[in-house]
C-alpha cells in the first residue's frame, strides 16, 4: 500500500509540474491533473478546449486514465463522461459523443453545460464489469 502511494504522489506531482504553461503560452487548455477514482485505481487527468468552460457553448474534454499503482495509462478499460448540476436536480441537455483516440486517452465532443453553475464532471471508468467513478465539482460562470 506504501508503494501505491509514493507512486500515485509521483505521478500526480510529475503531471502537475509538467502541466504549467510557460511565459507567453497560447495554450488554450489547462491540464487538471491527479483526480482519482473513488476507490483509489485510477488517476483521471482531464483538459477542456475552451478553457474556462463557457455558459451554453459546445465544448470538448481531453480525459486520460492512468492506473494509479504504475502511473501508466490504463488501456484495458472504458470511459464514459456525463454531467450534472446537484443542487438543481439535472443534467446535461444534449449527450455528448465519446471517442478512444489511444491507449488510455478519450476525447469528449460536444459537452454542453446550458447554464451558470455548479456543475459535477462524472468520469466513470469500467474494466471487467466493474464501474469507479472520478468526479470533480466545477463552477461556470
Known amino acids: 500500500m506504501q508503494t501505491r502511494l509514493i507512486v500515485l504522489l509521483s505521478v500526480i506531482l510529475l503531471t502537475h509540474g509538467c ?8 495554450e488554450r487548455a489547462r491540464l487538471h491533473s491527479g483526480l482519482l477514482s473513488n476507490d483509489g485505481t485510477f488517476i483521471v487527468e482531464w483538459e477542456t478546449n475552451p478553457d474556462p468552460i463557457p455558459v451554453n457553448e459546445f465544448f470538448v474534454i ?3 486514465v492512468l492506473d494509479a499503482g504504475t502511473g501508466s495509462p490504463a488501456a484495458d478499460v472504458m470511459l464514459s463522461v456525463d454531467a450534472a448540476m446537484p443542487q438543481h436536480r439535472h443534467g446535461m441537455n444534449h449527450t455528448p459523443a465519446i471517442e478512444r483516440v489511444g491507449p488510455g486517452h478519450w476525447r469528449v465532443q460536444d ?3 446550458h447554464m451558470p453553475g455548479d456543475w459535477v464532471i462524472y468520469f466513470d471508468i469500467s474494466r471487467d464489469e466493474v464501474i469507479r467513478r472520478a468526479q470533480v465539482s466545477i463552477e461556470v460562470d
Open 19 to 26: 502541466s504549467t504553461p510557460g511565459p507567453g503560452s497560447t
Open 62 to 64: 481531453d480525459a486520460r
Open 111 to 113: 459537452m454542453l453545460f
